[in-house]
């Protein structure tokens, strides 16, 4: 063979294993509706306690102080596992990561009434020992969005990273649709013990089908390799450059607009079926805990859409970013505002359904940020981004709690709803970009 031809099988076999990283066809669909299933389970059995907690604290005595500290201490251990997770998923493969702490967390959740129960046996120690096994579940929970981010990363091409993920996103949206309506309906006829059960045992068998169906397929057995490798394969070191990204004003607006943001989420995910309970008792349950979050996957798609008509307008990547997440802050403020002003049902339900489904355009914004800074290195970037949102939302949460019991003022929890709103949109809008980091 002669030194041309050696040249052109080289450049023809390091090509061929250049495009054997990303997924074909079918596993782009077998992957999406696998971790799109995944998201629902995660939200479906986060948002269980929540849905759930009016109940159990009208049964187990709860202040509202102690039920905020059972609602936040499970983003303390949602926030511990962020960065792990992504380190972890980035080096060994986020698949698997999934499918240990999927199995983990649908057993505390099958669980929870016998540790209810359990705890209630405990004099002293009931509340740190629930609050123990909250924390276990969030950090069980916590390493699913990264190690999505670095599956995401490693097995797509950098055009089709952020719609894939923004979309699969709308995962969370249809878990929380689940609870709301599953969950409303099983509380209703048989008591909220069997909603852990149900929702449990869902999680089980997803965390099954991930397992026996997606990651056992023939060729992710031979090409899924370790980010570690990737790296070493393409000359970069396999060691995250955490001096580089921790000294980027880009990574700190990134990672401050998705504190502002989660601590909206998270405050609202935790509280909103208790604020409808008390203000509004007399409305249709499965109003409030199903009809917020229709609005997610809609408006995630019109985020996606106008995301890529203005980069068809020519629009810069990080202009775009700016839009989407400003849209989402600004919106939220002004529905939060809305609700402070108002005491009718309906228009309260109109505005907390335009909050939540505002989430959307943060999937297209912030959220795909980690892509924008450093491919190589998503997941963990992810991670650090989260556990700071995870932290200030946990904080929110139980501050919330804290707030009503001494004030029962909504009004002074949406206040620092808007504040961080506001908070996120100008340093985001002065700070942000899409320009890589490494």
């Not at 929970?141 to 055009?159: H, K, W």
């Not at 249709?284 to 980069?311: D, G, H, M, Q, R």
Request: a positive charge; charged letters at 10%.
């Amino acid at each position: 063979m002669s030194l041309g031809e050696k040249l052109k099988y080289s450049l023809i076999r390091q090509h061929d294993i250049e495009n054997q990283r990303y997924w074909t066809r079918s596993e782009k669909r077998r992957w999406f509706f696998t971790l799109f299933a995944g998201c629902c389970m995660v939200y479906a059995t986060r948002t269980t306690m929540p849905l759930l907690m009016p109940s159990v604290a009208g049964e187990k005595r709860y202040t509202k102080t102690e039920s905020g500290t059972i609602l936040s201490s499970f983003f303390w251990g949602y926030c511990l596992s962020q960065i792990y997770g992504g380190l972890l998923s980035d080096k060994y493969g986020g698949q698997r990561i999934i499918f240990i702490s999927s199995i983990f967390w649908s057993i505390i959740t099958i669980a929870m009434p016998s540790i209810f129960d359990l705890s209630s046996h405990l004099s002293t120690l009931s509340l740190p020992f629930i609050v123990l096994v909250r924390i276990l579940n969030g950090a069980m929970q916590g390493v699913y969005f990264p190690a999505m981010m670095s599956i995401t990363s490693q097995n797509l091409s950098e055009t089709e990273r952020g719609n894939f993920f923004s979309l699969l996103t709308m995962g969370s949206a249809f878990g929380t649709l689940t609870t709301g309506l599953l969950g409303t309906f099983v509380l209703d006829y048989f008591g909220w013990a069997w909603v852990f059960q149900v929702i449990g045992f869902i999680g089980i068998s997803w965390a099954l089908l991930l397992r026996y169906y997606t990651i056992s397929s023939e060729r992710q057995r031979i090409i899924n390799i370790s980010a570690s490798n990737l790296c070493i394969k393409n000359g970069i070191s396999s060691e995250v450059p955490w001096l580089k990204l921790i000294s980027s004003r880009r990574l700190w607006a990134c990672v401050i607009g998705q504190a502002c943001e989660m601590n909206c989420f998270f405050v609202l995910l935790s509280w909103l079926p208790t604020y409808f309970n008390e203000n509004f008792p007399h409305r249709k349950t499965y109003l409030v805990n199903f009809l917020p979050w229709i609005f997610v996957p809609p408006c995630t798609i019109f985020a996606k859409y106008l995301s890529e008509n203005l980069l068809s307008k020519n629009y810069q990547l990080t202009s775009t970013r700016k839009i989407i997440q400003g849209i989402c802050f600004v919106v939220q403020s002004v529905s939060l505002m809305i609700v402070m002003s108002t005491k009718s049902f309906p228009i309260s339900l109109i505005c907390m359904c335009t909050v939540i489904g505002m989430t959307g355009f943060h999937a297209s914004g912030v959220t795909v940020n980690p892509q924008d800074l450093s491919s190589n290195f998503s997941g963990s970037v992810f991670g650090l981004m989260n556990t700071v949102g995870a932290t200030v939302g946990f904080l929110g949460v139980y501050l919330a709690g804290h707030i009503l019991e001494l004030t029962q003022s909504w009004n002074s929890v949406f206040n620092l709803l808007v504040t961080g709103n506001l908070i996120g949109l100008f340093v985001f809008s002065l700070f942000g970009s899409s320009e890589p980091i490494i």
